[in-house]
């Protein structure tokens, strides 16, 4: 196969993938995004690349986001909405971090490929992207993609268009203009 082939067949296997998720899940995800006073986002490897995307364009729109781990991340307080993005829903790093946002009385959502995993028993809401991942062989989907690489590339595009849904009462223009006020200016 050509590169271009290869992006090709990437974009179907995305199309495939992204035909099947629930508008329902999206929708409670918005809605408790929007609820939130304060949003924090996890993952790892890969996935917590792509999350960060999405903590990335809520504050750009001026939302309180943050990343779990930073060192300017605040605490979550009863009511805060923690997202996790994980194909496996059971990466311990990640349990134990949802064990503790239930304890301090925050709201959490499982972006994953396994909703009946460790971290979807406890989730509050869970967006559940049927991709193919190494750890995931029920899944009858198939990929040319090596590891998770459609599920992470799933959680980028879901954040990207979750945010384009939740701006669309604005123009791009205006859009662009909110995002710039907040950009960094520091680069």
Do not use: W
Not at 9 to 16: K, V
Request: net charge negative; with cysteine.
């Amino acid at each position: 196969m050509t590169t271009k082939e290869i992006l090709l067949t990437i974009t179907d296997e995305l199309t495939d993938c992204l035909a099947d998720l629930k508008e329902e899940q999206l929708s409670e995800l918005e809605l408790l995004i929007r609820k939130a006073d304060k949003i924090f986002v996890a993952g790892a490897g890969r996935s917590l690349m792509m999350i960060r995307g999405l903590a990335m364009r809520l504050m750009h729109m001026g939302y309180k986001a943050y990343v779990v781990g930073e060192t300017t991340t605040p605490a979550l307080e009863p009511g805060d909405l923690l997202i996790i993005a994980s194909g496996s829903g059971n990466t311990e790093t990640l349990t134990a971090i949802a064990d503790k946002c239930k304890r301090l009385g925050g709201v959490l959502a499982l972006i994953t490929t396994m909703p009946d995993s460790n971290i979807g028993q406890k989730a509050d809401c869970i967006v559940h992207i049927p991709a193919s991942t190494t750890k995931n062989s029920e899944n009858k989907r198939r990929s040319i993609q090596p590891g998770a690489n459609t599920f992470e590339q799933s959680v980028l595009l879901l954040g990207d268009a979750i945010i384009i849904r939740m701006i669309s009462e604005n123009t791009i223009d205006e859009n662009n203009k909110q995002l710039m006020k907040l950009h960094a200016n520091l680069e």
